[in-house]
């Protein structure tokens, strides 16, 4: 018998999610039935993603239901299997929720392979965060070698793959993020050519000194208004990639950005893009990436916690501006 | 001799111009020289960007400096040419500006055959309105046979045209016009599939009901509430031409989307065009565009109203929503 800790939904929360919003339960893990397998999660991907996720409006993917266990990408390793497609010590990324154990019938878990690459990296750099950077700037930023990349949460686990990846493609790129600690570790160690730090300066004088000629790509991941900003600062044909809006998820009513009207004199594009819709293509972006990160040019940095009697301390670290990388939680 | 009343700009307003804005002058009109052709102009066009025109912020074009002849297409003919291109009694369209004689070397004017086609459809469905309307819907709409378009300002010069081209690509037109006069119109004449009278009724409800399965495309001339409305009703991929924004021109700020968190949902896109850069195509566009008004599938109204003098008065008529069809000064 084992027995399985694991957070379920409890309300829908308006505003900021207080600490009832979930619950910790644990049950008896059933017994595997044909075709299903049995996973010990061993890290929990923690996402800004997951605010949307409590809501119950329509949005990319349905909301967590009630009493359901709440949604999480994982890593885990298969302890029983009854499926021909996994075996015992397999490896998996996928969705098994913020628990200590999920059973499955395996749609959605695909094996990683961890002796080149850190078990944890498969939840950040080479899971969701790292394939929203990957997809979002490249296919939907479309950048060029030569390109202004401007960044906001520059050093959180997407705009910090993002910054990379652009510097990889020989583009400028200045990262915007919050404290002289983060802005160091943008410069220092992800090599970004410069970095606006929210916290200490006007962003858009920072945009005028460190992007005197423009901006052809914004990565958004905070909207408000530091998505206002850049827009005033967009050279002809710009893209900006909406890729999420930290700085509304909380918030009862998300705000506009009111210069939008630069989209129109600077034939500039806003498009949305979402990760899933580039599933068939993350092995390629996965191959690149393991490659880039063996040789150096792509470092990850993961922001560990433990225990899932934590959930909530950690989630917390999320919007608040304490995290470092990837927050992830370990089990 | 002859003597040429002009409108020029007195100062940069704030909000709605005043009519002290412009005032009226006139002076001789000046010897020709070589190389230069002089036109007496017949039509002046009168449209909503002329509000940006006057701003002194960066914007598509330069604006307009102040003591400078008011900036506006025209229609007129030559009646006196030291330019080998052009002879008297061509009939020209180009920037005479808001005057009764224009000095030209004959750079940025175009000649027009008007004998298929009235002339002050030159300067309405094949002038700008109908280049912005052309390149606007097909050009960065995308729109395909059966896509559901939504068009604000359906009424207007531009949203007229639009939504008839939309019909003619074989998709679903849906208008939004203030009042019922207008919207019985844009469907009876037009032949939209709907109206929404956003003076009498809930945009959001109007487009619910109209587009019960969502919108493909919307075309936005006037920003604001109706831009933030229709983002509610994205479809997946949907695509926003930002052409204009009537509601914001007058505003001291302007008021930006609240909803823009629809186009990641959705991974819909929002660019900005202005029609300047499809220059180059304009004469296709105004071939195939001719024999849609000869074959009778598109249809071109226009409002004239007559001299100079009462250019304030007229130019008025942009924004109080009083003008039908495309708003023409004739002199």
């Given at each position: 018998m084992i027995d399985n800790k694991f957070v379920k939904l409890m309300k829908r929360p308006s505003g900021f999610p207080s600490k009832d919003t979930w619950s910790h339960d644990n049950e008896q893990v059933k017994a595997v039935k044909d075709g299903e397998i049995l996973i010990k999660n061993l890290y929990v991907s923690l996402d800004p993603a997951m605010r949307g996720w409590l809501?119950?409006?329509?949005?990319y993917i349905p909301p967590v239901k009630i009493g359901e266990v709440m949604r999480a990408g994982t890593i885990g390793e298969v302890?029983?299997?009854?499926?021909?497609k996994f075996k015992k010590g397999d490896i998996l990324s996928g969705?098994?929720?913020?628990?200590?154990y999920s059973i499955s019938d395996g749609k959605g878990y695909f094996k990683v392979n961890p002796t080149q690459i850190p078990l944890q990296t498969y939840i950040g750099t080479l899971g969701m965060p790292g394939m929203t950077a990957y997809f979002g700037i490249l296919?939907?930023?479309k950048i060029k070698e030569g390109d202004t990349v401007l960044v906001s949460a520059a050093a959180g686990a997407v705009g910090s793959i993002v910054g990379q990846i652009a510097k990889i493609k020989g583009c400028k790129v200045i990262g915007i993020a919050g404290g002289k600690e983060k802005c160091d570790y943008v410069i220092?160690?992800?090599?970004?050519d410069g970095c606006i730090d929210y916290k200490n300066e006007s962003v858009k004088r920072g945009i005028k000194r460190e992007c005197p000629d423009g901006i052809d790509v914004y990565f958004d991941n905070v909207g408000g208004e530091i998505l206002d900003s850049a827009l005033v600062f967009l050279r002809m044909g710009a893209r900006i990639v909406i890729c999420g809006a930290i700085s509304q998820y909380n918030e009862m009513s998300a705000k506009g950005p009111?210069?939008?009207l630069s989209l129109l004199v600077n034939r500039a594009t806003m498009k949305g893009m979402v990760v899933f819709d580039y599933a068939n293509k993350y092995p390629l972006a996965t191959k690149e990436m393991t490659q880039w990160i063996i040789d150096g040019s792509l470092k990850s940095k993961e922001d560990i916690h433990d225990g899932i009697e934590n959930f909530y301390e950690i989630f917390k670290k999320l919007f608040n501006g304490?995290?470092?990388g990837k927050l992830i939680l370990k089990l």
């Open positions: 809501n119950e409006t329509r949005s302890i029983e299997s009854k499926n021909s969705w098994g929720g913020v628990q200590q296919e939907v930023g220092k160690e992800l090599g970004f009111d210069n939008y304490e995290k470092k």
